[in-house]
């Protein structure tokens, strides 16, 4: 397995600290990198740009929080994506979240690391320019909660939003998938998505299989699963793309 | 954040995405810092293809960088990798607004 980043620099008192749902994503993505490698190959220097089809992934994470997973995407990037020729973005709707990830993406860069182009404060992707991503990666609040927080109100802060998916965990997700993946996923794109137990995963894969949020048939994989642990109910990180 | 980046952003409002003037966001009152990364030639000339070269001209020009090409090389020699690199990489803009062309909302930098 390839070293989780530290965060030995950042307190946790309004962000989410990396938890069991953090660690499956980055073990995931670690085992996914034979498809990463296939998916998104290096375009060889010396192609012109007629011939090259492939240029460097823009890598996108939603929701970034401690920049653990941004952090790991640029950092291992020969290891998950077998070069360095990568993009990475963060964004966060949090005002802690993108100096956090900043700090946590130069705490763990290396000579070898791809190019972390910056850390957002941003609702979702609400910014971006239509088809730009190529890889999404989405921690999402996926705890079923009575509603979801802004930040200002609630007592849990910042945290709560990182956690509370109000109705079904789902709410939040739901605007990512009801229309925002369609929007910036690139033709090649892929989107990892951690959803719970209680968000009725089977479900929701059906109805992206069937298009039922966008219209689109999306191409829908289990990738990773959790055991149950402790307290941890089953967590699950889904594999969504076009093709 | 990197100068690149900018080639990426639109106005957050759904009204504005389909107007031309949104893309791209303008700089105002930006604090630029310079860092030294190391060049890798092959990810400049394998960024190319995707960059919306006029897009990037307006944004680099209005940072003071107006050396660039008209039109966006098809291959790209070291010195001109290197300028690339110097702009696209290793320009960070820390302080200031991302301005929106035809609405005026702002997205505010502050690193």
């Not at chain 1, 490698?37 to 375009?43: A, C, D, E, N, V």
């Not at chain 1, 966060?92 to 700090?103: F, G, L």
């Not at chain 1, 239509?130 to 999404?136: A, P, R, Y």
């Not at chain 1, 069937?210 to 642990?229: A, I, L």
Request: glycine share 10%; hydrophobic share 35%; net charge negative.
């Amino acid at each position: 397995m390839l070293p989780t980043p530290t965060t030995s620099h950042l307190s946790f008192n309004h962000i989410y600290e990396p938890s069991e749902d953090t660690f499956l994503l980055l073990d995931t993505l670690t085992l996914q990198s034979p498809f990463l490698h296939s998916r998104f190959p290096q375009t060889s220097s010396s192609s012109s740009s007629s011939s090259s089809s492939s240029p460097p992934p823009l890598v996108l994470e939603l929701g970034s929080g401690s920049g653990v997973i941004t952090s790991f995407l640029t950092t291992h990037s020969t290891a998950l994506f077998g070069h360095n020729s990568i993009t990475t973005l963060s964004t966060d709707i949090s005002p802690h979240a993108p100096k956090a990830t900043r700090q946590t993406v130069a705490a763990n860069l290396t000579e070898e690391s791809g190019c972390f182009l910056g850390a957002v404060r941003m609702d979702l992707a609400i910014g971006l320019r239509s088809g730009v991503v190529d890889m999404l990666v989405f921690n999402p609040p996926y705890v079923p909660t009575e509603v979801v927080e802004d930040g200002d109100g609630g007592e849990e802060g910042w945290i709560g939003v990182a956690c509370g998916g109000g109705v079904d965990g789902m709410e939040v997700t739901n605007r990512v998938l009801e229309g925002l993946l369609n929007e910036c996923l690139s033709e090649r794109g892929v989107a990892y998505i951690l959803l719970c137990e209680r968000n009725r995963p089977e479900v929701v894969a059906g109805r992206l299989r069937n298009g039922e949020y966008d219209g689109v048939k999306w191409v829908v994989e289990k990738v990773g699963t959790s055991g149950r642990k402790g307290g941890w109910e089953v967590l699950g990180i889904w594999r969504v793309m076009r093709w | 954040m990197k100068i690149l980046t900018t080639n990426y952003l639109t106005c957050a409002l759904r009204a504005c995405k389909s107007h031309p003037n949104s893309f791209p966001l303008h700089f105002r009152d930006a604090e630029l810092q310079q860092d030294s990364l190391p060049f890798n030639a092959a990810f400049i000339a394998n960024i190319l293809p995707r960059i919306d070269w006029p897009a990037l001209l307006t944004t680099a020009a209005e940072l003071g960088f107006t050396n660039l090409p008209a039109e966006k090389p098809d291959t790209v020699d070291e010195k001109a990798g290197m300028e690339l690199h110097r702009i696209l990489i290793e320009t960070q803009v820390v302080e200031g607004k991302l301005v929106c062309g035809n609405c005026g909302h702002d997205m505010r930098i502050n690193e």
